[in-house]
């Protein structure tokens, strides 16, 4: 049966209910209901803003979003971000999903932690990244209504800590291969919760690179 949280309809599709019961058997509590919430304050988000935006895809863009952080989809020199991209990308070719709805997945998972760059995109790219701001930043927190955020958490619960259980999460996805940190957020997420990291540094590659002048 199909469920509405907050006035938003929770696709109930074949292919709603494999992506729901992958990303349950895959991820943590803590991420499978925060991709979770992604998708409901993504979708209000959306509609408060007046865009028009393909429910489904919005649904897969926000359940896969973490999944390069899981061992079985991490690569071992990608961003996250593209590890989680491709296996949405992979999933969506499976079960033959166009090509141009494939492109916008995989760009919002992808650009999902690159501030300013989404909300200039398409609705799917743009609306997963304002899901994932509301979920972990709290971006435009007071833009939702009480209500709205009570029932999304009633039935997604943030649950004890998730400030710190998120940033451990992000840890946990990246410590392995802190390169692919450089440039983006996860480098303050490596540089809190790992002390043997050293952050890159854009000027130092720049002076020390081998030009001449």
Avoid at 2 to 20: C, H, N
Avoid at 25 to 43: I, K, M, P, Q, W
Avoid at 63 to 80: C, P, V
Avoid at 94 to 100: A, F, G, L, N, V
Wanted: a negative charge; aromatic letters at 8%.
């Amino acid at each position: 049966m199909s469920k509405t949280i907050a006035g938003i309809k929770v696709p109930d599709s074949a292919l709603a209910r494999q992506i729901d019961q992958l990303v349950r058997d895959t991820e943590s509590d803590l991420l499978y209901h925060h991709s979770n919430r992604v998708f409901l304050f993504g979708a209000l988000a959306g509609q408060r803003k007046g865009l028009k935006v393909d429910s489904e895809l919005l649904y897969v863009g926000a359940m896969f979003h973490d999944m390069g952080l899981q061992a079985s989809y991490a690569s071992k020199d990608e961003r996250f971000e593209v590890d989680g991209a491709n296996a949405a990308a992979e999933f969506l070719r499976s079960h033959r999903i166009d090509e141009r709805d494939i492109d916008d997945v995989w760009d919002a998972i992808a650009l999902h932690t690159t501030p300013g760059i989404p909300k200039h995109k398409r609705p799917v790219v743009a609306l997963v990244t304002a899901g994932v701001e509301m979920d972990v930043l709290g971006l435009e927190y007071d833009a939702f209504t009480e209500h709205q955020r009570h029932e999304v958490c009633t039935c997604h619960p943030r649950g004890h800590d998730f400030k710190n259980g998120i940033i451990d999460a992000f840890a946990a996805g990246t410590i392995h291969k802190p390169e692919t940190t450089f440039g983006n957020v996860k480098a303050d997420v490596l540089d809190l919760r790992d002390p043997t990291y050293k952050r890159g540094n854009f000027c130092s590659i720049i002076l020390n690179s081998a030009w001449s002048e």
